[in-house]
């Protein structure tokens, strides 16, 4: 079964700094991988998935992961923080071979900006 | 706004009280499902429709039922309600699969 392990619940970085959230997942076979971001007292947004081919993934906002089968990782990265990045996110991984199967989150990740 | 509607946006309850959550997308899809969210424990499926029809039970289905009304709602009911399900509850739709697209803002609920 796979699963998904997000490190470090809070993450805090400077206004301009690099962010970088870290994903790591297990999966018996060839994963899908995604992030989604949680705005205060709001839903999930799909932030950037991957599926097949390119191993670095663009999302929205300016964020962007790699998938790195060599360390069963998919961080996720943004080369300068702002404010209104301050949110939650969570990783979460699902079954390749059947695009049914549900797909498993982290347990998230806090962002909080510096000014 | 077109997207995932959810009703009511905050709820308190009686330990013993029943109540349905409602949900209802404009997009056209075929999957829905309901999750809860807890403190430090991310979001779990509780109920999934693959498609208008049919149900099936995800991680945490116990204490819950819920109904594929059409293909646009899709409702959660707890007809018993406990402490335990004291939560943040969030409907989300996509085309189709078991990857959620589209989130309501959800609803708040407190068991007493």
């Known amino acids: 079964a796979q699963s998904v392990t997000q490190l470090g619940s809070h993450v805090s970085v400077s206004e301009g700094a690099l962010v970088l959230l870290r994903c790591n997942y297990s999966s018996s076979v060839p994963p899908y991988l995604f992030w989604y971001v949680q705005y205060p007292n709001q839903g999930l947004q799909l932030l950037l998935k991957?599926?097949?081919?390119?191993?670095l993934v663009k999302g929205i906002n300016g964020f962007e992961a790699e998938f790195k089968k060599s360390e069963t990782s998919f961080h996720l990265t943004k080369p300068s923080a702002h404010m209104s990045d301050a949110a939650e996110y969570f990783c979460a991984v699902s079954d390749r071979e059947n695009r049914d199967d549900k797909i498993i989150f982290g347990k998230g990740t806090r962002l909080h900006i510096l000014p | 706004n077109a997207g995932v509607t959810q009703t009511p946006k905050f709820q308190v309850l009686k330990t013993g009280q029943s109540m349905t959550l409602q949900c209802a997308q404009d997009?056209?899809?075929?999957?829905m499902y309901w999750y809860r969210q807890d403190p430090g424990m991310g979001l779990r499926l509780i109920y999934y429709?693959?498609?208008?029809?049919?149900?099936d039970k995800g991680e945490v289905p116990n204490g819950y039922n819920v109904s594929r009304l059409n293909k646009r709602e899709f409702s959660l009911r707890l007809e018993s309600a406990a402490p335990s399900q004291t939560s943040v509850y969030f409907c989300?739709?996509?085309?189709?699969?078991?990857?959620?697209?589209?989130f309501g803002d959800g609803t708040r609920l407190s068991i007493l």
């Open positions: 429709s693959a498609s208008e029809g049919t149900t």
């Open positions: 997009m056209n899809h075929n999957s």
């Open positions: 991957y599926t097949t081919g390119a191993t």
């Open positions: 989300a739709s996509s085309v189709q699969g078991g990857q959620p697209q589209h």
